[in-house]
């Protein structure tokens, strides 16, 4: 125990002796391993949002659709549907890990103003549902749809800037109908909802589901229904119960197939950029030693010709190395942490980047896990060291005659 606490008494004391270039060395590190936890915890913010978006407007937790139904295709063909779906969701209701089971229809259309058209999905809902809380809470302008509205719509207010759209204006839609056939009608905007999800919003046109029915000659079926749970990871086990003749149940896990696969492309792409950036921040570690070995190189020569074997040299230079680790990994996890927390509060702003494929929020807020904040501390101190062996290696071999004429 002695021998290590001289070991480290000496390995301060040489540190101390260029101040500057220890504290440099020290701050290189934290520098490094800061970044590494502000882009640890923008992917895990990033992965969060996306599902979470995903799960409250688009998928749910589970999901019932007809067997032959295709959610690429948009299809309004009855044998696509789900029939009579208000008969369905009363079964459900006896299900207690569910909250919340509503139908949604999807139809594809052009909204005209004036001039200007643009492309959207029209989606029926049941305006008193609970599933569109978000969009009731998300709602800028006027007032949220009501079931027995036959002339009412609801746009997001991206659509509404680029279409230059207004509360009140009168506008043209016109859908695809169940029979092939295509049908217009005028309808009058009733709100303008953002959800923060600038993708969806531009894209996303509501009305009641009832005049969806009607507008696109669904009569009594609905695309799909949408079913909330207490708990999503309950999911298989409640898609496992629910028996339904001629449907399929999917879960949020099959459905969002594309957020996973992505999730694991990034860490193996943040992999990458993790080992570089420890590259750097190694490579100023060892330049640091290696200038420290060729200025104490007379010393060197003296201990070992005072009977210094190599092993201790070597565990003098390493005994260094821990220390600018210790330093820099202390100040990593303070710095990261401060960093992660202000991306937390402000966000990344990125819906002017044009991100699509998921449903990503237009503010990305940093995540920093505690579970990363050690996996990545313990990855820099390791590499740190690794770094040092270089120059500890070198000042080892050194030949004590050659070392004091130097």
């Given at each position: 125990?002695t021998?290590i606490?001289?070991?480290?008494?000496?390995?301060?004391?040489?540190?101390?002796?260029?101040?500057?270039?220890?504290?440099?060395?020290?701050?290189?590190?934290?520098?490094?391993?800061?970044?590494?936890?502000?882009?640890?915890?923008?992917?895990?913010?990033?992965?969060?949002?996306a599902?979470?978006?995903?799960?409250?407007?688009?998928?749910?937790?589970?999901?019932?659709?007809?067997?032959?139904?295709?959610?690429?295709?948009?299809?309004?063909?009855?044998?696509?549907?789900?029939?009579?779906?208000?008969?369905?969701?009363?079964?459900?209701?006896?299900?207690?890990?569910?909250?919340?089971?509503?139908?949604?229809?999807?139809?594809?259309?052009?909204?005209?103003?004036?001039?200007?058209?643009?492309g959207?999905q029209?989606?029926?809902?049941?305006?008193?549902?609970?599933?569109?809380?978000?969009?009731?809470?998300?709602?800028?302008?006027?007032?949220?749809?009501?079931?027995?509205?036959?002339?009412?719509?609801?746009?997001?207010?991206?659509?509404?800037?680029?279409?230059?759209?207004?509360?009140?204006?009168?506008?043209?839609?016109?859908?695809?109908?169940?029979?092939?056939?295509?049908?217009?009608?005028?309808?009058?905007?009733?709100?303008?909802?953002?959800?923060?999800?600038?993708?969806?919003?531009?894209?996303?046109?509501?009305?009641p589901?009832?005049?969806?029915?009607?507008?696109?000659?669904?009569?009594?079926?609905?695309?799909?229904?949408?079913?909330?749970?207490?708990?999503?990871?309950?999911?298989?086990?409640?898609?496992?119960?629910?028996?339904a003749?001629?449907?399929?149940?999917?879960?949020?896990?099959?459905?969002?197939?594309?957020?996973?696969?992505?999730?694991?492309?990034?860490?193996?792409?943040?992999?990458?950029?993790y080992?570089?950036?420890?590259?750097?921040?190694?490579?100023?570690?060892?330049?640091?030693?290696?200038?420290?070995?060729?200025?104490?190189?007379?010393?060197?020569?003296?201990?070992s010709?005072?009977?210094?074997?190599?092993?201790?040299?070597?565990?003098?230079?390493?005994?260094?190395?821990?220390?600018?680790?210790?330093?820099?990994?202390?100040?990593g996890?303070?710095?990261?942490?401060?960093?992660?927390?202000?991306?937390?509060?402000?966000?990344?702003?990125?819906?002017?980047f044009?991100?699509?494929?998921?449903?990503?929020?237009?503010?990305?807020?940093?995540?920093?896990?505690?579970?990363?904040?050690?996996?990545?501390?313990?990855?820099?101190?390791?590499?740190?060291?690794?770094?040092?062996?270089?120059?500890?290696?070198?000042?080892?071999?050194?030949?004590?005659?050659e070392?004091?004429?130097?």
């Amino acid at each position: 125990m002695t021998a290590i606490a001289q070991l480290f008494k000496m390995a301060v004391r040489n540190l101390g002796r260029n101040r500057r270039r220890s504290l440099l060395s020290a701050l290189a590190v934290a520098m490094g391993l800061a970044l590494l936890l502000l882009m640890a915890a923008f992917i895990a913010g990033e992965m969060r949002g996306a599902m979470e978006n995903t799960i409250q407007l688009e998928s749910a937790h589970l999901q019932i659709r007809a067997a032959t139904y295709d959610e690429d295709k948009v299809s309004l063909d009855w044998k696509n549907l789900v029939a009579d779906p208000a008969l369905l969701i009363q079964q459900l209701e006896s299900v207690p890990q569910i909250t919340t089971a509503t139908p949604r229809l999807f139809a594809t259309g052009i909204v005209t103003l004036g001039e200007q058209s643009r492309g959207v999905q029209v989606v029926g809902i049941d305006p008193d549902s609970e599933a569109n809380e978000r969009f009731r809470r998300g709602l800028i302008q006027g007032e949220f749809l009501r079931p027995d509205d036959r002339e009412g719509v609801l746009i997001g207010l991206p659509l509404a800037t680029k279409l230059k759209m207004h509360l009140g204006d009168q506008v043209n839609l016109l859908v695809n109908r169940s029979d092939g056939s295509v049908d217009e009608q005028r309808f009058t905007i009733r709100g303008i909802y953002s959800t923060g999800t600038s993708n969806y919003d531009e894209n996303t046109l509501f009305m009641p589901l009832d005049k969806a029915q009607a507008f696109t000659g669904a009569q009594d079926h609905a695309s799909t229904i949408l079913i909330y749970l207490q708990d999503r990871e309950q999911a298989d086990a409640v898609a496992a119960s629910i028996s339904a003749a001629g449907y399929k149940v999917l879960t949020w896990r099959e459905m969002n197939e594309l957020i996973v696969s992505f999730e694991e492309f990034a860490g193996a792409y943040f992999v990458v950029l993790y080992l570089i950036v420890l590259g750097i921040t190694s490579t100023v570690v060892t330049n640091t030693l290696v200038m420290a070995v060729f200025e104490r190189t007379r010393e060197i020569g003296v201990l070992s010709a005072i009977g210094m074997k190599g092993r201790g040299i070597m565990l003098q230079f390493l005994a260094e190395a821990a220390l600018l680790a210790t330093g820099g990994v202390i100040g990593g996890l303070i710095l990261g942490s401060l960093a992660a927390w202000y991306f937390a509060t402000v966000g990344f702003y990125v819906a002017d980047f044009g991100i699509s494929g998921i449903l990503l929020g237009d503010t990305i807020r940093a995540q920093l896990q505690v579970k990363d904040m050690i996996q990545l501390g313990i990855l820099t101190y390791v590499v740190t060291l690794l770094a040092a062996l270089y120059p500890a290696v070198l000042a080892a071999r050194l030949e004590p005659i050659e070392a004091l004429h130097a």
